[in-house]
């Protein structure tokens, strides 16, 4: 149980600030598509016996890439994403579906699996949580500033197509730790739903972030409580009290108007 | 020198040819106005001279350490994004309260300090992204459709502001424009493109060059005859209500 916490905390560190940008940008649905990658990566570490999170990032930042750098064609980047998302989530589960011999539990990697979280999974956890904080302050500047405009990020010598590039691996990188906690299904729901809580109460960026962590931790806290003495799955848990959490700040930043 | 020297540019947008064989050079402390029709290709050629796109030919040259001061066409402000306009002015670089305060009210905007981004008619935003533009005391100040979306009391007064921080800041402006008539009462260099160069010199010399009235035309509702009937100050007869001359003397609007 300590354990699983920690994941939660761990997994809340690393979507917190990101979610944020994740909001920001109007990047739901390609951390979507990103994050249902995810089980064709699965299998494709299963088949080639490498370790899960390093094949779920492979594919998970291929997939990035490759959203990335379709745009302006004669199809829109909404039904474009719709098709990419939903395309290599199927793909995945065909794919699972035909590995000889070993049996995956399915359920796992869709909507995590939390309160089994080995001592191995905690270090991929917190390591990637790190490495997406890390990165985060060294750009945050630039990636807010970019947000704003492209433009201004240019005249003021800053590159945004790099800095981009650091967000898609961000992405990727969540998406492979994450996995673990809530699911391919549902990290997206991670990253965007303390995010938008934090919103409703924030005035400036930082502040917006920083609850945005707070909000996750203590919506993976509720989840696995609820799991324990409840017995609900706790993975889809989390998210449930991140969403009711969202309920209470919607309220509170309308009374504070 | 030159503090930007940019020869034979070309920009191509897949198939079209954005800007051709385009020659800009920037002067210090003068005021240079690119206009041109939709899609002639002057913001195009703005954004390439501040690096945001990639040229398909020719030499862009900036004078060592230049300091350029950008204001954009427009800021994409997220709903979802909380921003204060002291904030807004830490980007993309820090800096000290005393220097901000100083840029906003010099923009006349310095009461809106704590005030949400997202909160702000056309006109504060303008002037916020203008007070940003400054806090690095630019030797250029490139401005993209700057007053877009202003009544035009409110572009005139804008353009005043501009010219004042020229004087005081002694720097270049680089701009572009679709306010032919406003515009030119505050340049002292109009290029007139349509993908290439058609014409350019004082606003004088460019109202009167023949590629310039083809683009814009010389019939009673072209920016030609505004241009025109402001300097004349035959404005009755037009039906027109206001006082050109009280126009470009309008108190800000904003304060």
Redo the contacts between chains.
């Keep these: 149980m300590v354990r699983a916490l920690l994941a939660g905390v761990g997994t809340a560190l690393a979507c917190g600030a990101l979610g944020c940008f994740i909001v920001w940008r109007r990047m739901a649905y390609f951390g979507d598509a990103t994050a249902h990658a995810a089980i064709l990566g699965v299998a494709l570490a299963l088949m080639f016996s490498i370790s899960v999170p390093l094949g779920v990032l492979i594919v998970a930042l291929a997939m990035g890439l490759l959203v990335g750098s379709l745009s302006g064609a004669t199809i829109t980047p909404d039904s474009l994403l719709g098709v990419l998302s939903h395309g290599a989530l199927a793909l995945g589960l065909v794919a699972v579906s035909l590995m000889p011999g070993t049996r995956i539990d399915l359920d796992a990697y869709l909507f995590g699996d939390i309160l089994v979280v080995s001592r191995m999974d905690l270090i991929v956890i917190w390591g990637g949580a790190a490495v997406v904080l890390a990165v985060l302050a060294w750009r945050w500047q630039a990636l807010l500033a970019e947000v704003l405009s492209n433009d201004l990020a240019h005249a003021a010598g800053l590159h945004p197509a790099r800095d981009r590039l650091f967000l898609t691996l961000l992405v990727a990188m969540v998406v492979a730790v994450s996995i673990k906690v809530v699911g391919a299904l549902l990290i997206t729901a991670m990253l965007i739903i303390p995010a938008a809580a934090a919103r409703m109460i924030a005035r400036g960026p930082e502040a917006m972030a920083v609850w945005a962590t707070c909000i996750g931790i203590v919506a993976s806290a509720g989840g696995l409580y609820a799991a324990r003495f409840v017995g609900t799955p706790a993975g889809p848990s989390i998210i449930v009290a991140a969403a009711a959490l969202f309920c209470v700040t919607a309220a509170a930043g309308r009374l504070r108007g | 020198m030159s503090l930007i020297q940019a020869t034979h540019i070309d920009v191509r947008h897949g198939a079209t040819h954005a800007v051709q064989g385009v020659n800009v050079t920037l002067e210090a402390g003068e005021i240079v106005t690119i206009v041109g029709p939709n899609g002639s290709g002057k913001s195009t050629l703005l954004?390439a001279l501040?690096?945001?796109v990639p040229v398909d030919g020719g030499t862009i040259k900036a004078a060592e350490g230049l300091r350029?001061g950008?204001v954009?066409?427009?800021?994409?402000?997220?709903p979802?994004?909380?921003?204060?306009v002291r904030?807004?002015l830490?980007?993309?670089?820090?800096v000290p309260t005393a220097k901000a305060r100083e840029a906003l009210a010099r923009t006349g905007v310095d009461h809106l300090e704590k005030r949400?981004l997202a909160g702000l008619s056309g006109g504060q935003l303008q002037r916020v992204l203008l007070a940003r533009a400054i806090l690095n005391r630019p030797q250029v100040l490139?401005l993209?459709e700057p007053t877009q979306g202003l009544d035009q009391p409110a572009s005139a007064a804008f353009y005043r502001l501009i010219e004042a921080l020229r004087d005081e800041l002694g720097c270049a402006v680089l701009m572009v424009s679709h306010e032919l008539h406003v515009v030119m009462s505050a340049t002292d260099r109009v290029i007139c493109m349509n993908g290439h160069i058609c014409c350019e010199g004082t606003p004088e010399v460019v109202t009167a060059a023949p590629a310039y009235r083809e683009l814009f035309g010389t019939g009673t509702g072209g920016a030609l005859a505004l241009y025109r009937h402001e300097h004349n100050h035959d404005h009755h007869e037009h039906g027109c209500d206001h006082d050109p001359a009280s126009v470009l003397s309008a108190e800000d609007p904003v304060s």
């Excluded at chain 2, 066409?73 to 997220?78: F, G, P, R, S, V």
Aim: net charge positive; hydrophobic share 35%.
């Design positions: 954004r501040i690096g945001a350029v950008y954009p066409q427009k800021l994409h402000i997220d979802t994004l909380p921003l204060t904030r807004f830490n980007l993309p670089k820090r949400q490139v993209d």
